[in-house]
């Protein structure tokens, strides 16, 4: 159960990053981006919480579960890579880049948790 | 030629001597000087500064408008910014006649306070990646000005001097850089003397210290700088294991000054993390072990030299984001007493003894503006001590009142000299707030360092967030009036000699309320929520009300998931500037 509660917070953190889904940003010159292939699937969920708490509470609830100054993240339709990108890259005005904050298997981790979030209703 | 040229002459100087014999004379923008600001409470048609004048009144002594004939106020013009992400957050000011308010940005607009004929736009060029690093971004809420020059703080730490008559920017400083953690400015800046003192955001991000700093407001050359943390030894000490290196503080909103002892009072912002696993062993664990001085209180600086006079620490070891800097500072005098009202995000309102010969300000008074606060059982109010703190444990801690916002924001209160009350604003949420026990981001990184995750809910009891605003007594916070609002205004308040207090709401209506009892006497829908300024001022001869429309701050963020709509749909890259007359 927690599982799912941690991996629906996740899901729904990605999906308020993701809500307005743009086209994969051109990748900035201010990230930490490698190219490299990465491994989602390195990032324990339970770090993936824990960077959440610390970036993205402000404007996401409950671990993205419900809507508060950013959408909810649970059910975005964003696709993985969009989501990755909209945290890599931020949206103007809104949202920071987080390319700079996280690294690429984070990043990863981070939409691969927000696109297995189920909204609540 | 000769008699016309005399008639003219004569009627010139015979308008000028009227102007100039009475209270009240408008300022030119070449001399607001220091002295003009320490008049600016004799100057009701103009408004020269942020909080109207160093009383942080937000008080017009201006009657034209009044209740008797507030019933035929009526838009007289409006000015719509463009684009403006994250709505329009900023108090205008005016100076002989012309408005300048500012949107997101940092963009200054400069009009004719009478027609809103468009006179010059100052649009400073953002350092977009430092900037958009920021949850504050592109946040600006207002300018200061003296000598001529505006002066404005960026959200990628620069404050800038422009020309108010042309909009040219006459010189700029990068006065923060990212070498112990990315910070801006988003609050207006406060001249004093010779000097414009601004304060830097950025309490929820790992890095150090907070500073609020001087510049010579003719070059901008640094006078002076004192961090909010670590600073001193003594708040060095407070944060243990050199927490203060990830420790975030500030002062992200303008503070007010005292001429009787030239001390510039200002708020402080919160500790990074904003929220704290430790319970009840914050002293010793946790990872900012100790009472992280001087974050969210008070400091008294000398105006001169910056050095730290006096202080008051309203919330020791801050555990709910609730900061000093959010916070007018009211002044008053009364019965031989020199005082100073400083609210907090907590929702209690702290009262000081102005004498700042003290290490510690002398607590007067503090009193209970919030209704549904659980985060402590009480201030001592002879003391100003928490007494019951409600300690976070790692996990789920439900209900925690008020919620990260507080039940205080950012925006003014109004003390009204014709009443002798003080008019503020108070919102009542609360959150389920999980405290994630997260790592150390690592010393001035920069990044965001906020240890929890939370849903807002409505109080214990309530089926849903509201809010109040109440006339009161400043100093025992006796309650005259109270009017409940369903959704809990984000504006800054005004009030007249004319007897109104205008509140802008969240949901577009701006009311206007008896002084004396809170009656409503006017309401207009101004079609978008406020959470910036409104003043009144006067041109040609005629009173006006000036208020800033616009939503998408973070606080306004709540209202989404609080209320669904109208704010489910309110647009928040929107705003205007909309001004009233008879």
Known sequence: ?121 | MKRSLAIRTWLACGVAAACLAGAGVPAKAADVDANALLKADENPNDWLMYHQSYKSWHYSALDQINANNVKDLKVVWMHTPGANKRGVQSVPIVVDGVLYYTTSGSQIWALDGATGAFLWKFEPKIDKDRAEGTVYNPYNRGVAAAFGKLYIGTADGRLIAVDMKTGKQVWENQLLTTEKGNKGYTGAPLVVKDKVIIGADGGEYSGCCGPIIAVDANTGKVAWQFDTIAGDERSRASWKNDSWKTGGGGGWMPGGYDPKTNTVFWGTANPAPDYDWSFDKWQTEGPRPGENLYTSGVVALDADTGKLKSFFQEIPHDNWDFDGAVGEFVMLDRDGKNYVVHPNKGGYVYVYNRDVSGDKLKIENVWHLGKTSNFIKDVDPKTGELIGRRELKEGMNKQLCPAIDGAISWNSGSYNPDTGLYYKIGQEFCADQEVVKTDNPGAYSGKLYLGATWTVVPPPGHEKAFGHVSGRDPITGKVAWEVEYKYFPLASLLSTKGGLLFVPGADGMLDALDTKTGKKLWSHNDGLGHHGGIISYMAGGKQYIAVTTGWGSHVSGNFKPLYGEPFASMPTDNGQLIVFGL
């Open chain 1, 1 to 121: 159960m927690l599982g799912i509660e941690r991996r629906l917070l996740l899901a729904a953190c990605a999906g308020a990053l993701l809500a307005i889904a743009p086209p994969a940003a051109p990748a900035a010159e201010n990230d930490n981006s490698t190219g490299a292939q990465v491994d989602a699937a390195a990032v324990p969920v339970t770090e993936v919480k824990k960077l959440f708490a610390n970036n993205c509470s402000w404007c996401h609830g409950a671990y993205g579960m419900t809507a508060d100054k950013g959408p909810r993240l649970a059910g975005t339709k964003m696709t993985e890579d969009e989501v990755r990108e909209r945290i890599r890259h931020g949206k103007e005005g809104y949202m920071p880049p987080f390319g700079k904050v996280l690294n690429d298997q984070q990043i990863a981790a981070f939409a691969k948790y927000i696109k297995s979030l189920t909204p609540a209703d």
